[in-house]
């Protein structure tokens, strides 16, 4: 059973071979699409926006204004540092202060759905910073708190922060809803491959189950682009369907990178 596990393996590995150069700029750019998304809904929507926040979150005008700009400058600026894969730290810290702002701002920080998400996308984010740290091939610290740790421990350290974040998407696909038989294979399935993930165990393999997995159900449960434009549920189909796009960009970081040191993957090349 072992031979044939490696050798399907290998041959998508050379399958996917002439892909893999492009495969960290292809995930940093679907890791922030959702806030190059969001930035233009704001500006497109910027009154509605506004009166949103001054009407239902109890903000003055100036605060609804400086909220909304800081939001988008910040988006923008940093995730356009992110595909560039320049000043890194900066552009994670960025994008992270976004999704707490967002979270706090509009009253979602204490729902569930909220919540998941943002853990999965920030679990992305930490991938990113583990990516861009994996390029060093010098022994630096990337936080000052830190010093005792060096630079290969602190990447192993972010991978694994990465994937333990990156699927709790998938517990709010597993444990929310009504468990029908279909449901219940599937969420079997997400189960499985979450626990593969975050032990490290064929983490990449497992990583792309769930990319698999989540790009076609973002397809069927999110298909925005079918509702009307006045659609009520056509914006947040929208936010969902791409905050989805930027956790499989989490993921592809996983895979291009590897599940890092404190893996089962890792491990068993000790033995």
């Known amino acids: 059973m072992s031979s044939v596990v490696a050798q399907v393996e290998e041959v998508l590995d050379r399958v996917g071979r ?147 974040l990156l699927v709790f998407l998938f517990m709010s696909f597993i444990f929310a809803g009504e468990m029908t038989i279909v449901r219940g294979i599937v969420a079997l399935i997400a189960f499985v491959g979450c626990i593969c993930v975050v032990v490290g165990f064929k983490a990449k393999w497992s990583a792309g189950i769930l990319i698999l997995f989540l790009s076609i159900s973002n397809v069927v449960l999110n298909n925005w682009w079918s509702l009307h434009h006045l659609h009520p549920q056509r914006d947040f189909q929208r936010y969902d369907f791409f905050q989805n796009l930027s956790i499989v960009g989490g993921f592809l970081l996983l895979v291009n990178l590897g599940p890092g040191g404190i893996s089962m993957d890792e491990k068993k090349k000790d033995y």
């Open 18 to 164: 002439p892909l893999k150069p492009y495969l960290p700029v292809l995930a940093r750019f679907l890791l922030v699409v959702t806030f190059l998304e969001d930035s233009l809904r704001m500006l497109t929507q910027y009154g509605d926006q506004k009166f949103y926040l001054k009407k239902h979150r109890g903000f003055a005008s100036w605060g609804a204004d400086l909220f909304l700009v800081f939001n988008m400058a910040v988006m923008v600026s940093c995730s356009l540092l992110a595909i560039a894969k320049k000043h890194t730290l900066y552009a994670v810290a960025g994008l992270g202060s976004v999704v707490l702002a967002q979270g706090f701002g509009y009253g979602l920080v204490f729902e569930s759905s909220f919540l998941f998400r943002s853990l999965s996308i920030v679990g992305g984010l930490v991938m990113l910073l583990a990516d861009a740290h994996s390029s060093k091939n010098r022994r630096n610290t990337l936080f000052a708190g830190l010093p005792q740790l060096s630079a290969t421990d602190q990447g192993t350290y972010l991978q694994l922060a990465g994937r333990v």
